[in-house]
């Protein structure tokens, strides 16, 4: 089967009622503006524990999330960013994906006008669909498995994509009959009602279990599973799983850290809280020394920030629209000593150990050929959860030692997101989003939506140590993935479609003929836009797919259908 045959068999897919959706970006179109410095909202901690105590009575909190991570923090010391950032998304106490926003103002969500930021499928049908028209094309290169196809999407939100990507397999009887189950992995129980809603319909049931809940797909009847975990999702190497990851990898915690010259008379002991005092380093060493510093990595931790803050005293820099928010709660504090994770992760990978060993002067050469300053001061970003979800999809595709896969590998995964796609390792990515506007992601935690930037090759390390049984290609920009797909006819097929319906002949259907073939345009430019911040440029697509020593490109990869 040609492009173009999967292209025309896509056309007699159902038209869906909504044919292009709210146009407000996930990413801000300011979102890739320079981000602020880091020194913007690190500071030296100068405050202890005890002089929190003291002015904590009367402390105003601005969400009852800051008001407990304020306690557990004078209890036990600043906390990594992670801990943070797990605790604001999807902590049992209000977190953003669990809970906070509901409580707080009624009838709204994450997504669309209303929302916080929108997201390419609920932009249009047509990302959907072509990610459906994507896991198509895989099945019938993997010899179109007639049956134990698993559908497994991590982070689905109200169930667009999903919807949209069983809607075109539909179109596909043999692969759907193929599918044994959907799982959908989600922390929020409010959007698992929603995708439970759109995907079986308002009166489905469902139904509790160990491993999570369970209803019925309108498309098929097929079984669905939510879990909350993607280690609860049963693995058998038998299976073939198509997994999705759309904007999920963006919303995982991050560590931080930075290269600092530490003198070599001051050995800091490792420690797994960090120890931060008013009066720097503990230990410190009266004796000269003989030889040069060393460079040590520190973790940046989230500590309050002082009492009576104001924008004007934490100068809270203008591109995180001060007015739209309260005084950050929290800030960056660098830990004047080892922790736990500076001691371990940033010694996981040698893109790491490169930013580490090079002087300040000198150049980290990147994969691309381009290269990057190194040495003190450098900032990196690692996402230990990161690795845990791309080794777990290579896993379930390409199988391990631990859990072989005797008839071979099978499945792929496709991973979008947003991040840098040259191999640098992101730095100072991390940002609150607030009603599609920038904000301090330390501004009322819980109401604020974090997100940072993907490392794509870290992910891609992650997926290839894991498995042997896999082998990644990308990240390519979302432009050329979609475009590859033949997205673009799509749209053209659904225009002609759709004003076959539009008669047009009093002046109001002119009008709407007109609207609605400029939304659907402006819909699919905005997916495929590849000017400086277009979604078509600052989104990537990366593919995990079985071993095959590289002679099979996926689609949208540089590679053909193959039947
Ligand atoms: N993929 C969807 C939604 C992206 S928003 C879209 O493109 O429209 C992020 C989604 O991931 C939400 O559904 C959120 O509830 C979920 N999520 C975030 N962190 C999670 C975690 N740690 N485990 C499971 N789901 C998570």
Known sequence: MTRLAVTRALRSVPRATILSRPQLPRTPSFRNRAPPSLANYTRNLSVTARRLNDDEDERKWSTPLAKQLAEAITATGPVPLASFMRMCLTGDIGGYYTGAIEKSEQNRDQFGVQGDFVTSPEISQVFGELCGLWYVTEWLAQGRP???????????????????????????????????????????????????NLLCGEDAAMSESKVGYHSHCKYGNIPIVWTETIKSIPYDPEKTPFIMAHEFFDALPIHAFQLVEVPPSDPSPPSSIATITTSGPKGQSKKPTTTGPTLEWRELLVSPTPPHSTHLTLRTPPSQNPHLTPPPDFQLTLSPSPTRHSLHLPDLSPRYRA???????????????????????????????????????????????????????????????????????????????????????????GLTDLSADVDFTAVAEAATDASEGVEVHGPVEQAWLLEGMGGRERVEHLLKVGLAKRPGSSEGEEEEREKFV??????????????PNGMGRIYKALAIVPENDGRRRPVGFGGDVVM
């Open 146 to 196: 007639s049956k134990g196809v698993e559908l497994i999407e991590v982070g689905p939100g109200r169930g667009t994509l999903m919807d949209d990507m069983l809607r075109t397999i539909q179109n596909f009887p043999e692969m759907a009959k193929s599918i044994d189950a959907v799982y959908m992995v989600e922390a929020s129980p409010q959007l698992r009602i929603a995708q439970k």
């Open 355 to 445: 930013i580490k060993s090079s002087s300040s002067s000198s150049q980290v050469p990147l994969p691309d050929g381009t290269t990057r300053a190194g040495g003190p001061g450098s900032l990196i970003e690692i996402c230990p959860d990161a690795y845990l979800f791309a080794s777990d999809f290579a896993t379930r595709i390409g199988g391990s030692p631990s859990h072989p896969k005797p008839s071979g590998p099978k499945g792929a995964a496709l991973i979008l997101d947003y991040g840098p796609g040259d191999g640098s390792v992101p730095v100072n990515s991390l940002r609150g989003i607030r009603k599609h506007h920038l904000v301090s992601p330390f501004a009322e935690p």
């Open 518 to 531: 400029s939304d659907l345009r402006r819909s699919w430019e905005r997916l495929v836009d590849r000017g």
